[in-house]
């Protein structure tokens, strides 16, 4: 399942979920975090993360689709990119579940 999303929307409840079970994995989310620094080959994402070429590819396939990142291929190599879109709508998701009912931006109000 890929999401089609516009960076200043929200996401559905369902995509939210999927996103959330994408980095609620340890290894996928020092992917993001890997690919924060810009686009980078999967031979480096080996070799930074010490994982097997099958495990890289299967980390890499849930993060496909859920649309958390885009990939190009160039000759035998194939290069991994963040999905600006589907990061600010996840990031406004998470703003408007925190702020929900306040106009403040950073509110989140716990009652004891």
């Known amino acids: 399942m890929s999401i089609n999303i516009n960076p200043d929307t ?6 939210v979920a999927l996103v959330c079970r994408a980095l609620g994995e340890e290894t996928r989310l020092k992917i993001v975090r890997l690919l924060l620094a810009g686009e980078a080959c999967a031979c480096t ?26 990939s190009r291929k160039d000759g035998k190599w194939t290069y991994y990119s963040l999905d600006c879109a589907t990061l600010g709508a996840f990031r406004n998701t ?16 716990c009652s004891q």
């Open 10 to 15: 929200t996401l559905s409840d369902p995509d």
């Open 94 to 109: 998470i703003d408007s579940l925190l702020c929900a009912g306040n106009s403040a931006k950073g509110c989140v109000r």
């Open 45 to 70: 994402l080996l070799a930074d993360l010490s994982v097997t070429q099958p495990t890289l590819s299967h980390h890499m396939k849930v993060l496909s689709e859920c649309s958390l990142v885009v």
